[in-house]
């Protein structure tokens, strides 16, 4: 059997072992910590829940729902204009998604033609890279470093190259790096994107998990931006409806539309007791947001400060569900250091590696369990001595 040549491009690799070792360990009776899917933890609100039960009580919610319901575009159009300020024509600037993911995988299809150049951040969440790569394009990375606050700079990427290219993916709060972008970088970006004559892809999963008393905004509510980009939106992380694959894509007319046409060729719409509870969830009492915000914040510190109490220094990330951080010292290789740790405590990591040649040298953590699992992981790993370089 022969099969494509685009699956050259992806691989099973850490993930895959991973989870391997999981699957052992579990079956050993051994202790396992998960923190590295971000997979939130967290349910949904009681009205959310009910609003889905119900509406999947009614035999008549199972026909293919085909098209998003008129009352879902306006409950997320009225969602914008309260949380973000940003107007959005229902009809024709708002087109569900089957999750952030699914858009993420599929808008490359509607908008780039093979060989096409398309700049992705370096690192990046894998869908960011892998969309384009399904799509044939070609990709320039964009590098977030440290020494920048993980943001973007613009003015690195050659003329040639945004000359070439067709759309730009970009995401603050960012995953992995967990970094914010200040406004001028979002003036700076619609100048740039008018300039070459790019189309910008904005992901905006995290915008409601920012800490300190930190806000975040869209993207879409700048001058300029509706003319050159679309914004992805998530309620997997915010409202706890990961698993009901619920999220937007909003902005620029004509990049809405041709998503839509493709999206009707290839799916039947969002089933439609989801939509009754993605209507309840953006429209209903908003408490929870401010309740889930806070629960991260306080696993984030548990974690950040009991790891730099074991001498692994970890800055605390100002937004996302997630921590960035640099490897101990002692070890080289990032996968190492997730596999040894799941090896000798249980707790698993993503390494950095998995988002991209400059994810190297770092790990990322979820916060996907509770305190109680946290401080436990946090004993596991003191009395593996991992973190001793002399161990």
């Known amino acids: 059997m022969e099969f494509a040549k685009r699956m050259n491009h992806f691989s099973e690799g850490i993930f895959t072992r991973l989870l391997e070792i999981k699957r052992e360990r579990l079956e050993k009776g051994q202790a396992v910590i998960d923190l590295s899917v971000g997979t939130p933890n967290i349910p949904p609100a009681p009205h959310i829940i009910t609003a889905l039960c119900e509406a999947a009580a009614d035999p008549q919610n199972y026909i293919y729902a085909v098209n998003d319901q008129s009352e879902l575009l306006q409950a997320a159009s009225t969602w914008y204009k309260q949380r973000y300020n940003v107007d959005l024509d229902p009809k024709t600037q708002i087109c569900s998604l089957l999750g952030s993911q699914e858009g993420l995988a599929h808008i490359s299809l509607s908008i780039v033609d093979e060989g096409d150049l398309v700049l ?6 894998p869908v960011f890279a892998d969309g384009p790569l399904l799509a044939g394009a070609e990709l320039y990375y964009m590098p977030q470093q440290e020494e920048h606050g993980y943001v973007i700079q613009l003015e690195d990427i050659p003329a040639d190259i945004a000359a070439r290219a067709k759309f730009m993916l970009v995401s603050y709060p960012n995953n992995p790096t967990t970094a914010m972008a200040p406004e001028q970088f979002y003036v700076d970006l619609i100048a740039f994107a008018k300039k070459y004559n790019i189309i910008v892809l904005h ?16 993207f879409l509510s700048l001058p300029g931006a509706m003319d050159v980009g679309i914004e992805f939106n998530s ?4 409202y706890g409806l990961a698993g009901a694959r619920i999220g937007f894509c909003v902005g620029n007319a004509s990049v809405v539309s041709v998503l ?3 999206k009707s060729n290839m799916d039947y719409g969002m089933f439609l007791p989801i939509q009754r509870a993605a209507i309840a969830a953006i429209t209903g009492d908003q408490s929870q947001v401010e309740q889930v915000r806070a629960i ?13 109490r074991l001498g692994w220094h970890i800055a605390k990330p100002e937004a996302t569900m997630f921590i960035w951080t640099r490897i101990p010292a002692h070890y080289k290789s990032s996968e190492q250091f997730a596999t040894d740790l799941v090896n000798q405590t249980g707790v698993i990591v993503t390494p950095g590696s998995a988002f991209g040649p400059s994810g190297e040298g770092y790990v990322r953590l979820a916060l996907v369990q509770s305190q109680e699992q946290l401080e436990q992981a946090l004993q596991y790993v003191e009395a593996s001595g991992i973190l001793n370089p002399n161990n």
């Open 235 to 238: 309620l997997s992380k915010t």
């Open 203 to 218: 992901d905006n999963a995290y915008s409601e998990l920012v800490f300190d008393g930190k806000t975040c905004g869209s």
């Open 260 to 262: 839509k046409k493709l």
């Open 120 to 125: 992705v951040p370096d690192p990046c969440y």
């Open 296 to 308: 991260y914040e306080e696993r984030r510190d548990i974690l950040c400060e009991g790891f730099s």
